[in-house]
């Protein structure tokens, strides 16, 4: 069993950055899979970005460039660095974690990020 709680959203303007962090508890973190989704009002569920357990990473094309997804496996938590934010960005974002071998996964409660000026 894993939580992951989510940190770090907010308002912030046009051009702005936040980072997000994810804390995972209860399991071994290491071997998941996480990555970040996000969900505007309407739309469906997104995949953001994403780190394997090896560290490979992959991104939307509508934040190449822009986002930066990491991890840190001693601190059992992920970010996502987000920059040169744009009205398009504002949804709830969610924490994912999945470890493919077994077939776990697990979602945060997710983060308000708003984009506004």
């Known amino acids: 069993q894993m939580q992951l709680v989510e940190s770090g959203g907010g308002l912030v303007r046009p051009g702005g950055s936040l980072r997000l962090s994810c804390v995972a508890s209860?399991?071994?973190?290491?071997?998941?899979?996480m990555a970040w989704y996000r969900q505007a009002p309407g739309n469906q569920r997104e995949l953001v970005a994403s780190?394997?357990?090896?560290?490979?990473?992959m991104y939307a094309d509508s934040v190449k460039g822009r986002f930066t997804i990491s991890r840190d496996n001693a601190k059992k938590t992920a970010y996502l660095q987000m920059n040169s934010l744009k009205p398009e960005d504002t949804a709830v974002y969610y924490c994912?974690?999945?470890?493919?071998?077994?077939?776990?996964?697990?979602w945060g409660r997710g983060t308000q990020v708003t984009v506004s000026s």
């Open positions: 209860g399991s071994i973190f290491s071997v998941y899979d």
């Open positions: 780190t394997s357990s090896g560290g490979r990473t």
């Open positions: 994912n974690s999945k470890w493919v071998a077994v077939a776990f996964e697990y």
